[in-house]
């Protein structure tokens, strides 16, 4: 692949990359199998907060895909590895669904609107005006503004969903102050995946579907970068960013004899 140390373990995005519309991307279930096989380390990386890796590893199983929740990290899981490390056992009031509420309760955290250390906002469906004006009052008041991921919009069956991304810049406008992004294209994202699975950047591969999350966080943790054409960035739009991908493949079928 080059001149880097052979690939050990792997890192991939979840979404135009396994799976698109809720279809697995042809191939991705050899790949996952022969991943599964060799007793390589992997994770399944996703900046969705909604779901736990329980919940999204029985998704992808209905897709065809056989991936344990051990293998899954997101940016929920990130976002609670990092206030762990930051504030071990404090207090935040979260806007979110059981991906991020469960993620921080597993690590001790209380979940409140009374004085809390910081305003954790997620991935939601139902974004509530009334729970957004709380979370700009609290920020006012002195907690500090963490984002689980900047994604301004989200994928639907009747089209795009404002997103983490976009909420915050709501709050930022009222507040003035802008969050911490634990997410991608934050290489913190990747670290703590990396950290997860006992795994070195020199030998770690991170295959994605955008240049602008997926690649440009790899890339600047080290990791050999795969883009794959399956899913948000196009070949033709590689040239219009200042860096690239270490390798550029079709899909993910592509991969399999490399594991």
């Given at each position: 692949?080059?001149?880097?140390?052979?690939?050990?373990?792997?890192?991939?995005?979840?979404?135009?990359?396994?799976?698109?519309?809720?279809?697995?991307?042809?191939?991705?279930?050899?790949?996952?199998?022969?991943?599964?096989?060799?007793?390589?380390?992997?994770?399944?990386?996703?900046?969705?907060?909604?779901?736990?890796?329980?919940?999204?590893?029985?998704?992808?199983?209905?897709?065809?895909?056989?991936?344990?929740?051990?293998?899954?990290?997101?940016?929920?899981?990130?976002?609670?590895?990092?206030?762990?490390?930051?504030?071990?056992?404090?207090?935040?009031?979260?806007?979110?669904?059981?991906?991020?509420?469960?993620?921080?309760?597993?690590?001790?955290?209380?979940?409140?609107?009374?004085?809390?250390?910081?305003?954790?906002?997620?991935?939601?469906?139902?974004?509530?005006?009334?729970?957004?004006?709380?979370?700009?009052?609290?920020?006012?008041?002195?907690?500090?503004?963490?984002?689980?991921?900047?994604d301004a919009v989200g994928p639907s069956n009747e089209g795009s969903l404002p997103a983490c991304g976009a909420v915050?810049?709501?709050?930022?406008?009222?507040?003035?102050?802008?969050?911490?992004?634990?997410?991608?294209?934050?290489?913190?994202?990747?670290?703590?995946?990396?950290?997860?699975?006992?795994?070195?950047?020199?030998?770690?591969?991170?295959?994605?579907?955008?240049?602008?999350?997926?690649?440009?966080?790899?890339?600047?943790?080290?990791?050999?970068?795969?883009?794959?054409?399956?899913?948000?960035?196009?070949?033709?739009?590689?040239?219009?960013?200042?860096?690239?991908?270490?390798?550029?493949?079709?899909?993910?079928?592509?991969?399999?004899?490399?594991?």
């Amino acid at each position: 692949m080059s001149d880097r140390r052979p690939i050990q373990c792997w890192l991939s995005d979840m979404d135009g990359v396994l799976v698109h519309e809720g279809q697995p991307v042809p191939g991705a279930d050899e790949f996952i199998r022969r991943l599964s096989a060799s007793g390589k380390r992997f994770l399944v990386l996703t900046n969705n907060s909604i779901y736990t890796p329980r919940d999204l590893s029985v998704r992808l199983r209905a897709a065809g895909l056989d991936v344990p929740e051990s293998a899954i990290w997101t940016s929920a899981l990130a976002t609670a590895r990092f206030l762990a490390d930051q504030r071990p056992e404090g207090s935040a009031y979260v806007i979110g669904e059981a991906g991020l509420t469960t993620a921080l309760h597993e690590i001790g955290y209380v979940l409140t609107d009374l004085d809390p250390d910081y305003v954790v906002l997620g991935e939601t469906r139902t974004y509530s005006f009334t729970a957004i004006t709380r979370a700009i009052r609290l920020i006012e008041n002195g907690a500090r503004f963490i984002a689980t991921n900047p994604d301004a919009v989200g994928p639907s069956n009747e089209g795009s969903l404002p997103a983490c991304g976009a909420v915050a810049a709501m709050i930022t406008k009222a507040t003035g102050v802008d969050p911490y992004f634990v997410g991608k294209p934050n290489p913190m994202m990747m670290r703590s995946a990396l950290n997860q699975i006992d795994a070195h950047s020199e030998s770690t591969a991170m295959i994605g579907d955008r240049m602008d999350t997926d690649v440009v966080c790899g890339m600047e943790a080290g990791l050999h970068t795969i883009l794959v054409l399956t899913g948000v960035t196009q070949k033709e739009q590689i040239d219009r960013f200042p860096f690239r991908p270490s390798q550029v493949v079709a899909s993910v079928a592509d991969l399999i004899e490399y594991v």
